[in-house]
């Protein structure tokens, strides 16, 4: 994913870093040992690599240089190093390879009742929602972002039992930070800022920045109080969705770790935190933040996430907000849970009344007095700056604005950021209008002036009536919050898509979760909007993004793990995504927001999670990490690739896939190209009752023909795994290269369908 600014491309959160103005004549790199070959003289890995940097240091400083020693998420350490000190260290056999740490960026009240997850009926075993819940008191949910305000009522402990006892983790003393805040539901509080500040010179800028687990900046308390926050009564965005605010597993425990700051999430700090998080017992992690796709080997969150799977514990990751571009997807890896956005039930309208009478709907969070019901003026492009349109730092001139609505494109700064630049200048309010990158999808902010966001289609009327008309006018005006929303869910043009540039035959994002317009917990160092001149105060915001995505389905898998403890992140992972529906609350497929048309599973994958079903899935697609290391030995990585992510040193390829396509996941990803014929098998593993038999349903593209084999699947016991075997062919003159079809395989009885979706592309034209 690109660059982005603070609060810009719907809420990623974190300014982007001119790293041209800092960099050092050292930077952060991360270097993979070979573990078992420490020398018997040192008693710790960490004795051994300082060794090691002192023997290649030009400054003598090796004890500094050292950020992180990792003894599990990774083997190896981060340091601070020179290219000649790097040069020096390549020559060590003891050395595997070594990378510059890579940069990443982080990418409610409706949200429970949208999911079903208010309802008093049987969830698992005839238990309702109450009885599951209080059963996930005892799993731990660790969430990497920009820290935690303990003080907010999502993190309330009334009622909770003792922390378990296998948690090894703890709160840490900080700036601005007692251990104390920490309770029987926030367990744990941590931050690794090592890599941040050898970034930035050991100078966080302006003060603004809380070396300690506190969250300045809000996202990570969002994030976490989505997945597990406490129940709270009356919370609200100064009014606006008003309710009982929740996570999705409210009685979850909390466990977080800042690794995110204003200059970025550093991969050392990321890696550092995984490993924690990993030691300290966390049973899911939810991590909404991302980068560029690259090889695993490369990639500290796949890297980190690899070793978490086999420790039992289910890592989900925002699928990113690079939408609706395709192919624009991160944190890809198969053992990663890779979430996409949807909208919810719920709208915050607000109108544009023109001149002429016209009335258009758009949607606001402006909490202020409004424009009151005369018309003014609208202005729109006009002045000496060629980028007046967009509404950017000092391209508007308040002679040409002051007193007036300004219309805006939307695109390149922060919404946000354009009602400030309005609202300086003088304006009194603001028309954000889409343009086609966006479409129609409509996100709320809570504007510092009275603000009205409107799709493409309306936005381009309104372009046209002011550029025509002599005097143009309007009045804006609000019309709160609006519940039963349809259709709904909608797929967020924002959400990143595939197909997936890592492993084309693994079908990425896996699903999609509620993340547009979420109520969810604030911190109290920021204003709503994160603009340093917003003064007001809220305990709760509204905030839109894969970001919010990803830690609701962390908190479904927290809720999982609660009922079935011995199911492994694979089975977990499989049951969320066979049992997700591709359906909107009027019966019609998904559509998208970005085109206001279909959607498809290179949008919303398996798609939109249903936590009643995924708790009772009947069949699971499970794996271990021998199949995941024959998948990545048939993506012809090197041994010394493949330790990197799997770190044990005796690692072969002994048993390795055709293709990456072999892999035993929930879903299909056919790339047809020298061959016309493609052809998988799959195995599925019983966990519904005795004696359950399941016919299959095939639903095929007229492009394509698929046959699978057997069509009918009969378990005897609970815990029996049978096979099938997809035959996928290309049919003749009806494909051409660059095309893409979908379809899906579904094994079904009277209580279970077990749905795979089925994406096809053609790499060249197959005669």
């Not at 354009?418 to 999808?441: M, P, Q, R």
């Not at 550029?467 to 349809?486: D, I, M």
């Amino acid at each position: 994913m690109g660059c982005v600014a603070y609060l810009c491309l719907f809420v990623v959160l974190l300014q982007c870093f001119s790293f041209n103005n800092v960099v050092a004549s050292k930077q952060t790199y991360i270097v993979h040992m070979r573990h078992n070959e420490k020398p018997d003289e040192f008693e710790t890995h960490h004795d051994w690599y300082s060794s090691s940097l002192q023997a290649v240091s030009d400054s003598g400083e090796a004890s500094e240089a050292l950020l992180y020693s990792y003894t599990t998420a990774y083997h190896g350490f981060a340091a601070s190093l020179s290219g000649e000190e790097v040069e020096a260290l390549r020559k060590s056999n003891s050395v595997i390879s070594i990378e510059r740490e890579n940069v990443y960026e982080l990418h409610t009240t409706r949200t429970p009742e949208f999911l079903g997850l208010d309802k008093e009926v049987g969830l698992w075993d005839g238990r309702s929602t109450q009885q599951l819940n209080h059963v996930s008191q005892d799993v731990i949910v660790g969430v990497l972002d920009t820290g935690v305000w303990p003080e907010s009522m999502s993190f309330s402990d009334s009622e909770m039992p003792s922390v378990p006892t296998r948690w090894k983790g703890e709160c840490e003393s900080g700036q601005d930070f007692d251990p104390k805040v920490c309770n029987k539901k926030l367990i744990g509080a941590r931050a690794f800022s090592k890599g941040y500040l050898a970034a930035v010179g050991n100078s966080p800028k302006k003060g603004k920045e809380s070396v300690s687990p506190r969250d300045v900046d809000g996202h990570g308390t969002h994030t976490a109080s989505t997945a597990a926050g406490s129940h709270v009564g009356n919370a609200s965005l100064l009014g606006y969705a008003s309710g009982v605010a929740r996570g999705m597993a409210m009685h979850a425990r909390v466990a977080t770790y800042k690794v995110c700051w204003k200059a970025g999430c550093f991969g050392s700090d990321i890696l550092a935190g995984m490993e924690r998080a990993i030691h300290d017992g966390v049973d899911v992690l939810s991590m909404s933040l991302g980068g560029g796709s690259g090889p695993f080997y490369r990639d500290t969150i796949a890297i980190g996430a690899f070793t978490a799977m086999e420790m039992g514990i289910l890592v989900s990751c925002s699928a990113g907000n690079s939408g609706p571009v395709q192919s624009s997807l991160a944190n890809v890896a198969p053992w990663i849970m890779t979430v996409g956005a949807g909208t919810l039930d719920r709208d915050f309208p607000a109108f544009a009344v023109l001149g002429d009478g016209r009335k258009f709907t758009g949607v606001s969070l402006y909490s202020g007095g409004g424009m009151g019901e005369k018309p003014v003026g609208i202005v729109y492009n006009k002045g000496m700056s060629s980028s007046s349109n967009l509404c950017l730092p000092g391209s508007l001139e308040p002679e040409t604005v002051r007193g007036k609505v300004v219309l805006c494109d939307r695109g390149v700064n922060a919404r946000v950021e354009k009602g400030k630049v309005v609202k300086d200048a003088g304006g009194v309010g603001l028309i954000l209008a889409n343009t086609a990158e966006s479409g129609e999808e409509l996100v709320a902010d809570s504007h510092l002036l009275p603000a009205v966001a409107v799709g493409r289609k309306m936005g381009d009327v309104i372009r046209e009536y002011v550029k025509k008309q002599e005097n143009p006018t309007a009045v804006l005006s609000f019309g709160g919050t609006v519940l039963g929303v349809r259709p709904s869910p909608v797929v967020a043009a924002f959400s990143s898509r595939g197909p997936n540039v890592v492993t084309p035959q693994i079908l990425k994002p896996d699903v999609i979760g509620p993340g547009v317009n979420i109520l969810a917990g604030w911190s109290e160092a920021v204003g709503p909007t994160g603009l340093d001149s917003d003064s007001r105060k809220t305990q709760y915001n509204i905030m839109s993004g894969t970001s919010m995505s990803c830690p609701h389905i962390s908190g479904l898998a927290a809720l999982l793990k609660a009922a079935h403890p011995e199911w492994s992140p694979s089975a977990i992972k499989s049951a969320l995504m066979t049992t997700a529906y591709t359906q909107d609350n009027t019966k019609s497929p998904l559509r998208d927001a970005a085109t206001g048309g279909l959607s498809d599973p290179w949008a919303y994958g398996a798609g939109h999670v249903d936590p009643h079903k995924a708790i009772s899935p009947g069949l699971v697609y499970d794996l271990t990490s021998q199949d995941y290391v024959a998948f990545l030995c048939s993506m012809d990585y090197s041994i010394a690739h493949i330790q990197t992510i799997v770190k044990h040193p005796n690692v072969t390829c002994a048993k390795k896939f055709a293709d990456p396509g072999h892999l035993n996941y929930p879903s299909f990803s056919i790339v047809f190209g020298k061959s016309r014929v493609a052809r998988y098998t799959r195995e599925l593993t019983n966990v519904g009752a005795a004696g359950s038999e399941y016919e299959v349903v095939i639903n095929a593209p007229t492009n394509v023909g698929v046959t699978v084999n057997p069509t009918k699947l009969t378990f005897k016991n609970v815990g029996d795994k049978l096979r099938y075997t997809v035959t996928f062919v290309s049919k003749r003159g009806m494909n051409r290269m660059g095309k893409s079809s979908f379809g899906s395989i579904s094994w079904n009885n009277a209580e279970h369908q077990v749905s795979s979706p089925v994406s096809f592309q053609w790499s060249r034209l197959v005669r």
